[in-house]
Every structure is written in C-alpha cells, then in structure tokens.
C-alpha cells in the first residue's frame, strides 16, 4: 500500500492511501472529536462533530476525507471550533444531565467530546429543549433502550445492517421526531432481534446500555464454550465471579463479534445450582460425600468391572487435556476402546 | 472443516446445506452474510425456509433426507455441460470413471421426483457451483444425522472433487462443528477405533507405540461407538459406565432406550457441573469445573487449538475434569497420571499426537495454531489437502453413491415426517442456557412449528398445545404455525425436558459414522 504524507495542525504524519483523515489522525494517538464513527462500520458522515478545515478553505467532515498527499489539516482553526461547538451543542442541549447514575459515565463518547469542545451553560440555554419523553424499552432481557439518551448517530442502525446483515432496527419518523424503532415500532423483544448486543457494545451514549451491568475488576482471556466457532471471550471477574463477556477484538476466528449465548449466556457459571460435592446414592438419593469417599467407591467398582464391561463417554464440552485423559484412562487403565463422545448428537 | 473460518468470506460462491447457520453457529454465518452482501452467490439448500435464505441467491428446498440425490444431480449436471475439472480431476483424484457411472441413476426428472426441487433449479445452482468460483461447502448436522449420512458427505466431498473445490483457498468442504469441542475430542482419541491423532487402533503398530508410551498393554480389540455403548448396556454386557459432560436422557436418539439402558447398570459415575436429568439417575456424581474455571484448550471447528484460562475459582470442591480423572486412576494404582498441570498433559498430547507435534502452551499466546502443525517451528495449516491429500496414494477418492430413502418415512399412521433443529437461545439439552434467565426469557418452551395448510387441516390454531407420537414415544408442544416449514413437515428442537423431542425420533444408525437419524421421523399430530 503506497504511502502519503499530510499534515495535521502543523505535524506531519505518514498515513495509508485509501484512510480517511479521520483514520489517519487516530492511527497516530491524535485526536479529532467525532461520534457517529466506529471503526468496525462505513463513515456515514452524520454528526458533523468531526469537521476540520483542508488546505486553508474547504470546511469538510473528516470521518468521510480521504487522505491526499500534501494535505494541510487544521482541528482548531475558529471556523472549525464555531461549528463544532454548535453542533456539539445542540446535541448536548437534547441530552438529559443524568451523567452521574448513568451507566456510560466516564465511558460517554458525548461526553468526551463535550468536555473537548469546553461546552458551557450559556450555551447550552441557547439552544435548550424540553427533553424528549418517549418511554424506555425494557422488553430486551439483556439491554435497554432509552430514547432521551440516543444521539442518533446510526452506529445501531450500521452495526444492524453492515455487521450483522439482520436488520432489526432502523430510524423512524421525521425531524425532531426521529428515533432508532423496529419495524412497526414493537418492543425490541417482538422483533426480528437477535439479541447479539453487537449494537449495544458500539453505542457511544447509554442509550442501548447492558440491564444491569457491573464493571469488572479485571478481565481473563478465554474462549467461549458454547459453539464450535471457539469465539475470543474476555471474561468479566469481580471477586469470584463473572460479571461481563465481552468479544476479544484480538481473536483472529471472531475479531470481537459474538452471539447472544456467548455474550449474555454466563449466569449459569455462578449459578446456585452447580455442583459443589460429590454426591452418592444411598437407599436410593443422592447424598452428599467426600471426595475420598467417592473416589474410593469408583476405584472398588471400576477394579471389579475393567475390559469389555466397562465403557467410558467423553465430552464434547470439555478441554483437550480433559479428553486426552479420560481416554488414556479408558484405554490404558480400564484396559477397553469403549471410548466415545456426543460428536454425533 | 477443510479450510478456515475466514475464507468462507472470500468464496464466490457458498453452497450452504443442512445447516441453520445464522441459528448455530451465529458468528459464523456472519461470514457467510457479508460475503452475499459483498456479492457472493449463496445457495442454500434446506427443507425448511430457514433465516438464511433471506440472504440467499438460490433456495434449494428439498425433501429431508434426499441430499445425495439434489447433490449427486448437481454434479451430473456439472460433468454433462462439460464444466468438471478434468485437469483436477486427472492429477489430484482417483475412482472417477466407476464414479461417472454411478451418476446414470441422477438424470434431472428422477431427481426432481425424489427431491421435489424443480430441475430448473438444480441445473441453475449446479452452474453457479461449477463456474462461479472458489466455492465453498458448509454443512452441519442436516447432512450427518441421517441413516444415510456418510454417503450424504461423500456426495459433497463428489461436489467438490469434480469441480476442483478442494485443496484451495476459499473453497472446500467445511463441516461446522456444533459443539465447543467437539473438533478436539475428536483428534483426542475420545472415540472407540482410533488413538488420539485419528491412529488406528486397528493398526498393531499404533498399539505398540501407545503401549511404549503408556507402559501397559492395550485391547487390539475396537471399542463400541456411542449409540452401540447404550445397547450393550441394555444387553447387560456393559455394567460400569463414566459419564462425563453429558445428558443421554435428553439428547440421545429414542431416549427411553437409553433411560432403560443407563437404569439397568450396575455403576453408573456422572461428572457435570450440573445434576442433569441423567445424573439423577447416577450412583455417584462428581463435581466438575466450568470453562472459567479451569485452564486447558479448545480446538474449534476450523482445527484451531485454543488457549482456555482460568478466570475464578469452582464452587466448593469442584475439580476440573482431568483432576478427576487422574484422582480415580492414582486410586487405582495406576502410573501415567501424575501432572502438575494442564500444560504438561499437553506435552504428552504433542508427544503422541502427530498433529499436534508443535503445540505448547507457549505457542499459543497469540491467536491459537491450526492442526496440522508437527513440530515446534511448524505455523498450523489454515487450508487442507494444498499439494496433496491426506489418503495413502495422496490422491481423492471419488465414490459412487446411490440413493437410499430414509429408514423411517410418513404413512398413513404417521403421515408427518418430524425434522429437529435447534435454537439461538439455546444449547443442547439447556442444561447451561436455561439456566440463564434472560435466555430462558427469549425462549422458554419448544413449539412445534407446523405449516398452516397441515395446522388448518388438523383444526390447529397458533400457540395450541398438540399430541406428537411416534412410534417409540409421544410428548407435547405448543403449534407455531409457520410457512418455514412445508407441508407434510414440522420441526422442533430438543433443548426442552418438558418436551422432550428425542423420545420421538428414530434410532436408525448410519452403518459407518453410527450417527441416528434424528433428522427424519415420522410422526402424527393430535389436538392434546
Ligand atoms: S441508540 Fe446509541 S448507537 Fe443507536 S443511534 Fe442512538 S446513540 Fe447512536
Ligand atoms: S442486538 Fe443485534 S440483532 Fe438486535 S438490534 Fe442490536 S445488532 Fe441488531
Ligand atoms: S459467541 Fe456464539 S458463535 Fe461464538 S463460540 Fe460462542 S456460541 Fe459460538
Ligand atoms: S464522525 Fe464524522 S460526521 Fe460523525
């Protein structure tokens, strides 16, 4: 890929050919507000927060620039901040100021850019509205959709489409009266939704935010343990716990993307339910024991039954390691080839 | 599968048959949509109007159980317009002529007889196959679960032969393996004829070395496969059976014999997080680790071993699987179990294993290695059988196949033919998912889903509980009356106890592979 040189507030970077200025500047660390862009999707050149000025004339949206060799960029030129502010503004003035018991606080890509752009009080009551009042979507049982807080930047709407090709949301109405619906404005949970929760992990706001999220305290890379894709997981752990599955961006099989079951389908890890000892029957119930007891009732009646009496099924859901040896134990201790698993179920 | 997950992306077309993709496996399919929106051809092959198809360039519906018919008529079609690789052919494979031979029987009008597919169609998808490349076969359990199984994937192992859609980018024969690991307890050797590295135990030589590397002796002797495991136990010539991770008394073909079979032991051990249905009816149950918390790998479905971590610690005493295992086996006395951990059993795997000759917890920081990679400066083979094949000529075998019809077809007792399938929501038998609230929320019941002319003729309404009896057993559902499904058909999963499908389906075993039928069954419907 050949290579261009553009400047960007009198630094000169190298980019790609083919990047946008927008790519270029945040492949190098810099910065340049921006909200309906995400990495993942096609610019879509909606929010106009990104705008710089190009060779000294030319006002234009960065997300959607391609690079030219020689190109000047300029982030604060006065022209750039006054429209920046205002629309920044304007966005904000939509928003309700709820940042403090609002689950993407401190993780608030508006926020980012408000704080960037230094919005103030004065104005904001330029431009102040009532805040729109549409009723939350709660039908989702892993996510909720609040409206007041939607910027309608699309990145849903993308992620739904480009990503996921399912389609299960769009933008509906006109004007002020926009917002991102289903088809024929049904609960989330009535329509042709997956629940993948991939729109939801791109929302720049909290307007598509997890029901009940808890920040984990540090994450384990892992794989997930449903399907044989072996999707990259990053599990969420809070003291013994696992509280959040996110995608590993890093995995080459699913650079990030994960279905409902992978992301949302942990709370059987932690479930009350899970066995904790060994049990034996006795008269009949299955009664709690030690594990020396059990194991040394196991030892007793697979001594007695070793060869052809014995037979062993492995499992499709544990780990090579935990294959291998239940294997060498069928064949190499019980002295049988009885040996299969649930490969053909 | 033959090549990897991410060059199902950059095929030109994808035949995608007996697979419910965008249900299981989800990210997968993802590959499979997005190379279709960037205009790849995909031609979906199914009996029932799946999600899929809405993406799709072709919709071939046919009858259940009639694939090696539809795709033993495409490849006719295919050699008959000329468009067969005969260079690949010619060079890379074997048998072909007695091949050809055998294809006389799959003239189009036969086969638009036996698979209800018009002809036209089939001509069009078998042209777009041949000449529209790379392409790539997917396929799942709709073309194993059937008494006629092996040869429904020789005839697509045919498709790809003929065409040179093997042992090349972007092309292949890509089985989707529906279970986490299900790849890996394959190459482990968690089957009844082969060592781990798929070695014959057949072969004396093989024996040998896992005697050598063991220090015991082996039995020469192959084992029973899964379903044959169950009738030798009903027999009462198997008495002791461990169970480890797995629930027979929802997820096995005409599950009251296996019920039956698993009450007549004498010593039945469950391992499992859970006390699942079968594990009630164990002597001893043993607390196992989950996934999070234990350290081991994974290999998917595209051989690409990967690195599992732990994350927490197990409820009370529960141990990771291969702890267990090794505990029973020092009880018994015997040597060859003592590891530390998890990577010095790996280390024994790649000592025995061919394929896995290269694999080290070290090496698999990054992104995982695919198999085959035998030795420690070896990268992984993302794509199969590149110069030559894996057979002892090196050459592809064609096989020539005729069509058998399924064991159990409608009648006039039972005049609906019963197809399972699964949900997004849900994971096998549920023991996991339906423990998860929210996923019990999205789907919390099974429903039989039935098309409205056969609902409307058995006086059905949506959502009304129905009676579905088979020959071996009868449960009940709730209707969703749905145009997936054609006349003559319906479909359920078999992740619900309440409703538990498989005590329906047929034990019709393919004479190779030992897979059941539970793709066709017949059944007949009554208001309940
Ligand atoms: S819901 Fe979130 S991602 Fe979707 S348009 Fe609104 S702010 Fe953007
Ligand atoms: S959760 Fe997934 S399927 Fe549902 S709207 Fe979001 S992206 Fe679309
Ligand atoms: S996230 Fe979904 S597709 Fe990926 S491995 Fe898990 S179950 Fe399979
Ligand atoms: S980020 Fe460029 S217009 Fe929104």
Redesign the interface.
């Known amino acids: 890929m050949s290579k261009v040189t553009i400047t960007i507030d009198g630094m000169q970077i190298s980019a790609d050919e083919g990047m946008t200025v927008l790519e270029a500047a945040q492949a190098h660390g810099l910065y340049i507000p921006n909200l309906c862009n995400h990495p993942d999707l096609k610019p879509a050149g909606l929010c106009r927060v990104c705008v710089v000025k190009m060779d000294d004339w030319k006002v234009t949206v960065s997300c959607k620039q391609p690079v030219k060799d020689g190109m000047v960029i300029s982030t604060e030129d006065p022209e750039v901040q006054k429209i920046r502010r205002n629309t920044v503004e304007l966005i904000v003035a939509d928003h309700p100021m709820t940042c403090l018991t609002c689950e993407a606080d401190g993780n608030c890509e508006l926020q980012r850019v408000a704080h960037y752009v230094g919005v103030t009080p004065e104005g904001l009551n330029r431009y102040r509205r009532k805040i729109r009042n549409i009723p939350m979507d709660r039908s989702n ?2 996510f909720d959709i609040d409206h007041s807080k939607c910027i309608l930047c699309g990145i849903c709407v993308r992620t739904c489409d480009e ?3 399912i389609n299960a949301i769009d933008y509906a109405q006109r004007g002020v009266t926009s917002l991102i619906s289903t088809l024929g404005n049904k609960p989330i ?1 009535d329509s042709r939704c ?3 929760g991939e729109c939801v992990v791109r929302c720049p706001v909290a307007a598509l935010a997890p ?1 009940g999220a808890q920040e984990p305290m540090y994450e ?13 997981v990053m ?1 969420g ?1 809070r003291g ?3 509280v959040s599955v996110e995608g590993d961006r ?5 650079k990030g ?6 992301r ?8 009350p ?9 006795k008269n009949g119930t ?1 009664e709690e ?1 030690s ?1 020396d007891e ?6 007793e ?3 007695g ?1 070793k ?27 019980m ?11 | 599968m033959t090549n990897s997950i991410a060059e199902i992306g950059g095929a030109a077309t994808i035949l995608a048959i007996g697979t419910n993709t965008t249900q299981a496996p989800p990210v997968l399919a993802l590959q499979a949509k997005k190379a279709a929106r960037e205009g790849a051809n995909l031609i979906v092959a199914n009996p029932k109007e799946i999600d899929l198809c809405r993406h799709a360039t072709i919709h071939l519906q046919h009858r259940p159980g009639t694939d090696v018919a539809l795709v033993m008529g495409m490849i006719k079609v295919i050699v008959d317009a000329g468009l067969a690789d005969m260079d690949f052919i010619n060079s890379r494979c074997e048998n072909y002529d007695a091949f050809v031979d055998s294809l006389s029987e799959f003239d189009l009008p036969s086969v638009e007889k036996i698979t209800g597919v018009p002809g036209e169609l089939i001509g069009k998808a078998a042209k777009m196959y041949a000449s529209e490349g790379p392409s790539s076969i997917l396929y799942c359990m709709g073309i194993t679960q059937h008494c006629h199984g092996t040869d429904n994937v020789w005839s697509l192992s045919n498709l790809a032969l003929v065409t040179g859609n093997l042992g090349k980018a972007n092309a292949g024969v890509n089985p989707l393996r529906g279970q986490n690991n299900v790849q890996g307890s394959c190459d482990m050797g968690a089957l009844p004829d082969v060592y781990p590295g798929y070695q014959k135990v057949a072969k004396p030589e093989n024996k040998l070395k896992f005697e050598t590397a063991w220090g015991v002796s082996l039995s020469d002797q192959e084992g029973l496969t899964h379903s044959e495991i169950f009738d030798d136990i009903h027999d009462g010539k198997i008495t002791s059976l461990y169970l480890i991770g797995e629930n027979p008394y929802l997820s096995e073909a005409n599950a009251n014999h296996a019920i039956e079979s698993m009450n007549r032991l004498d010593f039945l051990v469950v391992q499992d997080i859970f006390l699942t249905e079968t594990a009630e009816l164990a002597d001893v149950v043993l607390p196992a680790a989950s996934f999070a918390e234990k350290n081991g790998t994974f290999s998917n479905t595209e051989r690409r071993i990967q690195r599992v971590r732990k994350a927490i610690d197990s409820p009370g005493e529960a141990l990771p699987d291969w702890q267990i295992t090794a505990a029973i086996a020092q009880k018994m006395g015997a040597k060859g179990f003592d590891f530390d951990d998890e990577s010095q059993i790996m280390h024994e795997i790649a000592s025995v294993t061919p394929s896995y000759g290269g694999i080290s917890y070290d090496r698999l920081e990054g992104g995982g290695l695919q198999w085959p990679c035998p030795s420690p400066d070896h990268p992984g083979t993302p794509t199969l059988h590149l110069g030559k094949f894996g057979t002892p000529s090196g050459k592809a075998q064609f096989m020539p196949l005729s069509f058998r019809d399924s064991a159990e077809l409608p009648d006039d007792e039972y005049p609906f033919l019963l197809t399972t399938d699964r949900s997004l929501f849900h994971y096998h038998t549920g023991s996991m998912t339906r423990r998860v609230d929210g996923l019990e929320q999205l789907d919390s019941e099974e429903f039989l889903k039935i098309n409205p002319k056969d609902a409307a003729s058995l006086g059905l309404e949506d959502n009304e509980v129905v009676q579905i009896a088979s020959r071996r057993g009868q449960t009940q559902a709730k209707t969703k009356v749905t145009k997936i499904c054609p006349p003559g058909l319906v479909s359920m999963t078999f992740h619900f106890a309440e409703s538990p499908t498989n005590v329906l389906t047929s034990p019709a075993l393919d004479p190779v592979a030992k897979i059941p039928e539970t793709k066709v069954c017949a059944v007949k419907l009554e208001k309940a």
């Not at chain 1, 389908?265 to 932690?270: A, L, V």
């Not at chain 1, 059990?294 to 030892?299: H, N």
């Open positions: 049982p892993f990503l996921q090709n949970a997956e629940s993948c029901k384990v890379k892992s794989i997930c343990s449903y399907c044989g894709v072996g999707c990259g599990l752990v013994q716990k696992v890093n995995n080459p099989v699913n993307s994960l279905c409902v079951k992978g949302y389908g942990y709370k059987f890890i932690n479930h339910e899970r066995l904790s000892t060994p049990l034996i029957k299955l024991a594990w059990a194991l040394d009732l196991i030892a009646k697979f001594s039954s060869g052809d009496k014995f037979a062993a099924l492995a499992s499709a859901r544990i780990t090579n390691e935990d294959n291998y040896l239940i294997q060498k134990f069928t064949r190499a201790v002295g049988t080839n009885n040996i299969d698993h649930c490969a053909r179920l």
